[in-house]
């Protein structure tokens, strides 16, 4: 048999899954340096707390499956309805607003032919109990900062907001199947699509307008503007405008509003989006890297409710963004590779660990010992004997003796003395 893993699953090896720690680490430092905490939920959820979460968009995506007891379970298709659902188990006597942030594999089906991952890692956050605009604005530059954190530069974040389009579909009159159809072409950016529905006999001209021009309006905070003059008649769009332009006043006070454009036509798949919502790219990918939004609904499926905003960053995708931008951090699977013999090497790796070094022990010697090092990207290639530790040239030759307490990157030749016996 030659084993092999199921359609859309990958293995990570080391480099990569060092390099892809690295990224998450450093988003999830900058949600903690906001008072964010992190937190852990089961793998599988009960189908039925994801579908009052989800709703439709579930049937499809989820993994669903029964246990033992005949009860239909789901493997996780994304973290926001899990962390509500903790949220209003867990912490429902708990102060709020709840700060709570996550890096955990969610689980997607897709058809066969699609060849699209179904495993994703993501680093994420939920803000459970703020509210707008203060709450939009501070997801949002967290969700910059921690961006910046990894290194990546020139990615956008585009904001947009549900509310609008909703307030738009509900003063047309018509109907539901009506209702989703603009959702449904909204969602996957068919603004063909829109036009066409736009075009109904019994749509005002007013509001035909305003639906074929709103979701082609994005820029800066002058972008506000031209929102209203083509649909700020409605008062659900006004509200809405009003809301993101407190929220934006918020963003230029925290320093991020460079990093972030307002696009009227950015909306998310899964239906619990109630207000702003938004998604991030970066230069030369043509897919979001993360996305979000708020959810203000949501808690009150499972009787707590409260307003709530939240994002899910994909740290696949912020990988491949950051290998075509040359910034994937630095992250040699070893400082050293250690031989000689056991005795020696494992009483001389033992102190190199103790200082702080990442040690690999090898039974080669000579160039496979050097060969080896360079294949796992380590800064020192060492040989322990019984009169000291010693530095290998290019050759596999020892040199001069290897001083433990220089500094632990530092490429200079290692100083006599201070040998490791």
């Known amino acids: 048999m030659r084993p092999a893993i199921p359609r859309g699953f990958r293995d990570v090896l080391p480099r990569e899954a060092r390099e892809r720690t690295h990224i998450a680490q450093a988003m999830l430092d900058v949600m903690s340096a906001w008072g964010y905490g992190a937190v852990e939920t089961p793998v599988a959820e009960e189908y039925a707390v994801l579908q009052a979460g989800v709703g439709k968009s579930l049937e499809g995506t989820a993994f669903p499956f029964f246990d033992a007891d005949g009860q239909l379970l789901a493997l996780r298709p994304e973290m926001t309805v899990p962390i509500a659902r903790l949220a209003a188990t867990r912490l429902r006597d708990k102060l709020a607003p709840h700060r709570l942030c996550y890096h955990s594999d969610v689980f997607r089906e897709h058809a066969s032919l699609r060849g699209q991952p179904r495993q ?4 994420g956050l939920e803000l459970i109990g703020g509210k707008t605009p203060a709450g939009d604005a501070e997801i949002i ?17 585009r904001v947009g907001t549900v509310e609008a389009l909703e ?25 063909v699509a829109i036009d066409a529905l736009a075009g109904a006999q019994d749509v005002s001209a007013q509001v035909r307008t305003a639906l074929v021009t709103l979701p082609r309006i994005r820029g800066d905070r002058r972008s506000l503007k031209s929102a209203r003059e083509v649909a ?25 509003d460079d990093a972030v454009s307002i696009d009227f036509g950015t909306m998310r798949s899964f239906g619990y989006y109630t207000g702003m919502v938004l998604e991030v790219f970066a230069p030369q990918l043509g897919v979001a890297i993360g996305g979000g939004g708020r959810y203000d609904s949501l808690m009150s499926e499972f009787d707590s409710p409260m307003p709530a905003a939240g994002f899910a960053v994909g740290i696949e995708r912020v990988h491949i963004a950051l290998s075509q931008q040359d910034r994937l951090p630095q992250a040699e699977d070893v400082d050293a590779v250690l ?17 702080g070094m990442r040690v690999r022990q090898s039974l080669r010697a000579g160039e496979e010992l050097v060969a080896e090092a360079a294949a796992f990207g380590a800064k020192q290639v060492l040989l ?15 040199q001069e003796p290897f001083d433990i307490g220089q500094s632990l990157f530092s490429q200079r030749p290692a100083s006599t003395g201070g040998k490791v016996t």
């Open 167 to 191: 307030a738009l579909i509900r003063v047309s009159g018509k109907d539901e199947p009506w209702r989703q159809a603009v959702l449904g072409a909204a969602q996957s950016r068919n603004l």
């Open 339 to 355: 031989g000689g013999e056991a005795s020696h090497a494992f009483a001389a790796a033992r102190q190199l660990r103790e200082s």
């Open 384 to 398: 322990a004997t019984g009169e000291g530790l010693y530095r290998l040239d290019e050759k596999g030759s020892p």
């Open 120 to 123: 994703f890692t993501q680093v």
């Open 232 to 256: 700020g008649f409605c008062d659900g769009v006004s509200d809405a405008l009003e809301s993101l332009e407190a929220t934006w006043e918020l963003l230029e006070a925290a320093g991020v």
């Open 141 to 157: 530059a967290v969700l910059v900062e921690a961006l910046r954190a990894t290194g990546l530069s020139g990615f956008i974040v």
